[in-house]
Nanobody, 128 residues
Framework: QVTLVESGGGSVQAGGSLRLSCETR???????MGWFRQAPGKPEEGVAS???????AYIDSVKGRFTISQDNAKNILYLQMDSLEPEDTAMYYC???????????????????????WGQGTQVTVSS
């Protein structure tokens, strides 16, 4: 059984930082994992992904500000978010692939679909 539990969200002012965590329970190691977000009235958007070789991918709007990483010993996925902007306000979800995908393949399709398992989400709110 696959479980993904996110934590670390909260409210911060623009320019601040948050670190999201995702505790995972997976019967086998997913080929890729990542974070996607959904803002009110907007479609889901893949934010960052990482694969078993440690390769990463990011959407342009977060490059240089967000860092995805994983602690394989503890089965925890992280998203370090720095220099947060009001446009980053959204519900953030952790996802694990159900089929073989590398980080570049996973990023554009990250979301609530058959290619991933996902958690319940954690809210991030950035005020100006």
């Amino acid at each position: 059984q696959v479980t993904l539990v996110e934590s670390g969200g909260g409210s911060v002012q623009a320019g601040g930082s948050l670190r999201l965590s995702c505790e995972t329970r997976y019967p086998y190691r997913a080929s890729s994992m990542g974070w996607f977000r959904q803002a009110p009235g907007k479609p889901e958007e893949g934010v960052a992904s990482i694969d078993t070789l440690g390769r990463t991918a990011y959407i342009d709007s977060v490059k240089g500000r967000f860092t995805i990483s994983q602690d394989n010993a503890k089965n925890i996925l992280y998203l370090q978010m720095d220099s947060l902007e009001p446009e980053d306000t959204a519900m953030y979800y952790c996802a694990a692939s159900t089929r073989h995908l590398n980080a570049e393949q996973a990023l554009p399709i990250l979301g609530p679909n058959s290619s991933f398992y996902w958690g319940q989400g954690t809210q991030v709110t950035v005020s100006s």
